[in-house]
């Protein structure tokens, strides 16, 4: 079974709707993030949290909003979808340390119309 | 402003050949250094990591090369296979305490059989 896991793995929704986007974890890891990947943009940092009582913006908070309900779960929203918000999603986790390495799930593609 | 910086966004070579993928960074706090892989319809996977304080570090075929003066990094890839057909990606963090990673945007490697 994978480590990291996040549901769904695609999603087509209309402009304007409510999405949520899930991501679990069976690592024991305290760190958590979410990423989005867009062509020639590499990957950008939305929000992360170190525990469960942290939530910290990222790069490119605007439009997301997360929740930490559990050391193993941490979910990305996008309260109204816009077209530019089409991209890969990737969940990751780190264990607490200098320099950790970050672990990703398989990713969401969701497309915005 | 970029901080990471991975200027070719793809290289090609001949299987058995060598690969080099290039990243530089600008921020002098960053003292810890990863390269991931990414396939298609996959999440990115940790390949291999140096710290600052040595200036290669080999695993297997990959072996990561750090200058710090010149604020740059290499990863080699001897002997290279098809299956080595990925982007990587070159990150960095700091030694702030948030570990956050920085990602460059990726090479796309083809290795050709």
């Known amino acids: 079974d994978a480590d990291v896991t996040q549901t769904p793995r695609n999603r087509i929704t209309k402009t304007g709707k409510r999405i949520m986007l899930e991501c679990s974890q069976t690592k024991g890891h305290d760190r958590m993030y979410w990423y989005r990947q867009d062509p020639g943009l590499g990957l950008r940092l939305i929000y992360y949290s170190f525990d469960v009582k942290d939530i910290n913006k990222g790069e490119i908070s605007d439009g997301y909003s997360v929740s930490r309900q559990a050391q193993a779960k941490f979910s990305l929203s996008l309260e109204s979808a816009i077209p530019n918000q089409t991209a890969l999603y990737f969940c990751?986790?780190?264990?607490?340390?200098?320099?950790?390495?970050?672990?990703f799930g398989p990713g969401t593609r969701l497309t915005v119309l | 402003d970029q901080q990471v910086k991975q200027n070719s966004p793809s290289l090609s070579v001949q299987e058995g050949r060598i690969s080099i993928l290039n990243c530089d960074y600008t921020?002098?706090?960053?003292?810890?250094f990863l390269w991931y892989k990414k396939y298609p319809a996959e999440g990115p996977t940790f390949l291999i990591s140096?710290?600052?304080?040595?200036d290669k570090n080999e695993d297997g075929r990959f072996t990561v090369f750090l200058n710090k003066s010149a604020k740059h990094l290499s990863l080699h890839i001897v002997p290279s296979q098809p299956g080595d057909s990925a982007v990587y990606f070159c990150?960095?963090?700091?030694?702030?305490?948030?570990?956050?990673?920085?990602f460059g945007k990726g090479t796309k490697l083809t290795v050709n059989p």
């Open positions: 990751a986790t780190s264990d607490s340390g200098l320099g950790d390495t970050q672990y």
């Open positions: 990150a960095a963090s700091g030694r702030s305490g948030s570990e956050k990673l920085v």
């Open positions: 140096i710290s600052s304080i040595k």
């Open positions: 921020n002098s706090m960053f003292d810890y």
